[in-house]
């Protein structure tokens, strides 16, 4: 096990992918390297993160489903507690999952485009046009990376495992924010949209 990918606060580091010696970054994830983990299967959004074509906008996708499947049964409480417990819980599985692929950032760790989405429509609920509004902003803001979304994805891209054992949480951390902010200007450009509409 490279030792530079240790981290007790995670557990124990899995090496991916097949020859267990190897220590080699993981440029894309497999269906056997998802139900390898619980961390694996939430941070590749149950699946829709392993898109060989625009993970982030599957992941977006899957969101978006999931939210008018869950929707009967949901009210703004129960999404408020679902997004509150999928933040730390998404923080720990992109963690774990960015430290088993041996990248910081995989753009296949789409959890963080799931609870962004999510977050849009708990702050600003809307129709079906303000929905493919916010889609299309929220992919905008996290593609593009435009001012506060780009510092926020900068902050945690030096990291260096070998010598901070606290970096694949932090990596975690920093996989996460970006899509918040982003999820935050997209709320933002929507509320001018309804107010000068």
């Known amino acids: 096990?490279?030792?530079?990918?240790?981290?007790?606060?995670l557990g124990p580091a899995t090496v991916f992918p097949e020859d267990p010696g190897q220590?080699?970054?993981?440029?894309?994830?497999?269906?056997?390297?998802?139900?390898?983990?619980?961390?694996?299967w939430i941070a590749l959004g149950f699946g829709s993160g392993l898109s060989r074509i625009a993970p982030g906008t599957?992941?977006?996708?899957w969101a978006w489903i999931a939210f008018?499947?869950?929707?009967?049964?949901?009210?703004?409480?129960?999404?408020?507690?679902?997004?509150?417990?999928?933040?730390?819980?998404?923080?720990?599985?992109?963690?774990v999952t960015a430290r088993n692929m041996g990248v910081l950032d995989p753009g296949s760790v789409v959890w963080d485009e799931v609870v962004a989405f999510w977050l849009v429509w708990l702050v600003m609920p809307t129709?079906?046009?303000?929905?493919v509004l916010a889609f299309g902003l929220l992919r905008f803001f996290d593609a593009v990376k435009p001012g506060p979304v780009g510092w926020?994805?900068?902050?945690?891209?030096a990291l260096d495992p070998a010598s901070d054992r606290t970096a694949w949480r932090k990596a975690g951390f920093g996989?996460?924010?970006?899509?918040?902010?982003a999820a935050g200007c997209t709320v933002l450009v929507v509320a001018a949209w309804r107010f000068f509409a």
Do not use: K
Not at 58 to 61: D, N, P, Y
Not at 175 to 181: A, C, E, G, T, Y
């Open 175 to 181: 996989i996460m924010l970006d899509d918040l902010v």
């Open 127 to 131: 129709g079906l046009v303000g929905q």
């Open 68 to 95: 008018i499947a869950l929707s009967p049964w949901m009210t703004d409480a129960r999404w408020a507690v679902l997004i509150a417990v999928s933040l730390p819980v998404g923080w720990w599985a992109c963690s």
């Open 1 to 9: 096990m490279n030792e530079s990918r240790s981290d007790p606060t």
């Open 23 to 40: 220590s080699v970054p993981m440029a894309r994830p497999t269906v056997r390297f998802m139900l390898s983990h619980p961390a694996h």
């Open 58 to 61: 599957a992941g977006t996708l």
């Open 152 to 157: 926020a994805d900068r902050l945690y891209h």
